[in-house]
């Protein structure tokens, strides 16, 4: 937040009010009459503007946008972007099932995008994600949304409907299948520590080996 200093309006509208009390008294048709209203008026002004202390406010500031890097960048305004237009088509539409199904893919396009943030390694298995299924998932919105907006339930545009929900069933299994995908060099490297753990305890004699299998169960449990 910044502290911002404005001068208040009250000195411009008490200087117009004594002109306005002025010219109800006195005949302004008279030269030296307007000259004197114009001098209380200036007077009133400037004795308002030193005595009424300016208003302050409080501003706040856009924070500062903070850069990944290039690539990640453009991951997550590509994101940002397929989400909008998702949303946007979903308003369109209209129907629950498919606003269903179109919620689900924005917040699994959003995992996947966040993931470039987590791992870097990622970057180009998410480009590659991105060049293909969020342009052809936005192409069968859009062309669900045209033969909505017609009006008309014909044989073939009720297929055509059809044959496209199906398709963004599968485009949420493959973004889940995605999202899975992405996590795998986590689930290794929490394994090998695992690994590392179990063999350690053993060394020491730390736990007997049925409360040390029972002890690893729980690791890898909560790591799935």
Do not use: C
């Not at 008279?30 to 008026?41: D, G």
């Not at 500031?61 to 453009?74: F, R």
């Not at 299924?133 to 192409?139: C, D, N, R």
């Amino acid at each position: 937040m910044r502290e911002v200093k404005r001068k208040s309006a009250l000195p411009v509208y008490i200087a117009a009010a004594v002109f306005a009390v002025y010219a109800l008294i006195f005949p302004m048709y008279r030269l030296w009459h307007l000259m004197i209203a114009a001098f209380v008026t200036a007077a009133a002004w400037l004795l308002a503007d030193k005595l009424i202390k300016p208003v302050t406010e409080y501003v706040s500031e856009p924070e500062p946008e903070v850069s990944h890097g290039e690539a990640i960048d453009a991951i997550l305004a590509e994101s940002k972007r397929a989400r909008g237009e998702m949303l946007r088509l979903s308003a369109s539409i209209g129907d629950p099932e498919i606003q269903d199904r179109i919620g689900r893919l924005a917040e699994l396009s959003d995992k996947i995008a966040a993931d470039a943030l987590e791992d870097p390694g990622d970057v180009r298995l998410i480009q590659k994600f991105q060049g293909y299924f969020l342009p052809s998932t936005i192409g069968l919105l859009n062309a669900y949304d045209r033969m909505s907006a017609q009006n008309v339930e014909g044989e073939n545009m009720a297929s055509a409907k059809a044959r496209i929900r199906e398709m963004l069933d599968t485009e949420i299994s493959a973004f889940e299948k995605q999202l899975d995908a992405l996590y795998a060099n986590d689930a290794m490297s929490i394994d090998a520590e695992i690994q590392v753990m179990q063999k350690l305890l053993e060394r020491e004699g730390l736990l007997g080996n049925d409360e040390l299998h029972e002890l690893l169960a729980k690791a890898r449990s909560s790591a799935e």
